[in-house]
């Protein structure tokens, strides 16, 4: 087997780019279940897309139909001593910080069950976009011992609310994108045929968020303001939105909205 063949056989997180949008892909079939090594490969895909000045826009998603993500590897896990462990959901845990404070929207494409790790992975994103009746999503890590260890107790009662938060997670229930969407995990869902025609409506919806429709930069800040600014007192979250403002005040993109506003025509914008 050559190089080529064996790194391709080994990779785990695929990295593609277009128009604007890079798309990082699960892939460990059946059901894109997440090694150290995944998350290693999915840490660099994301700072491959975070410094790259053509990536307005990340999209997140599953190889296959049935499967997003069903979270860790559990056969991984049983072989492995506590310290490994105890590493592993720390860099876990900084991949998906690092997810989250891209200063870039990144959209989760749920083309499948999202389960376990698989939705802690998904609520790292600003927006999730579900396959009509493509699967479930749910956090039932009590069923073997053990909490949602890669943010999910966060992220899932700060989407959700504290005490729905610990009553799915406590029972360990698992239920449909629609109920997701009801409460607030899931922002639309899209009716497609198969994966490919899913993933091209994806695409057109992350493509409005890409120059020249949309302030790509202001986007960004947008979501670190939200982001950021939440999870401090209300006081310094207006500092950090000032500070933010202050950046898009100096912006072409700023001048061109403006610009346009007052000239009445619609704005051309470069991301810039």
Do not use: W
């Amino acid at each position: 087997m050559s190089a080529e063949d064996t790194a391709a056989q080994n990779t785990l997180v695929h990295y593609e780019s277009r128009e604007g949008v890079a798309y990082l892909i699960l892939d460990d079939p059946p059901a894109n279940t997440y090694t150290h090594e995944m998350m290693r490969q999915l840490d660099e895909a994301i700072l491959k897309a975070r410094f790259d000045a053509e990536v307005h826009v990340i999209v997140l998603t599953g190889r296959g139909e049935k499967f997003f993500c069903a979270g860790a590897d559990i056969s991984m896990l049983q072989g492995a001593d506590p310290t490994f462990k105890y590493y592993f959901c720390l860099h876990a845990n900084e991949t998906l910080n690092r997810l989250e404070h891209t200063p870039k929207l990144v959209i989760a494409a749920l083309n499948g069950h999202t389960v376990g790790g698989g939705l802690e992975i998904a609520m790292a994103a600003d927006l999730r976009i579900a396959k009509k009746s493509g699967g479930k999503v749910g956090l039932p890590e009590i069923n073997l011992g053990v909490l949602p260890g890669t943010g999910g107790t966060q992220r899932f009662a700060r989407v959700v609310g504290k005490s729905k938060a610990i009553e799915l997670m406590v029972t360990g229930s698992n239920f449909g994108f629609e109920e997701a969407m009801a409460l607030g995990l899931v922002n639309q869902i899209i009716d497609a045929d198969d994966h490919a025609s899913f993933l091209g409506k994806v695409h057109e919806y992350a493509r409005q968020f890409c120059p020249p429709n949309r302030a790509s930069k202001a986007a960004g800040r947008i979501k670190r303001s939200v982001q950021s600014g939440m999870e401090v007192p209300f006081e310094c979250g207006l500092t950090l939105e000032r500070e933010l403002q202050q950046q898009l005040f100096e912006s072409s993109d700023a001048r061109e909205g403006l610009d346009a506003y007052i000239e009445k025509r619609r704005p051309v914008f470069k991301g810039a």
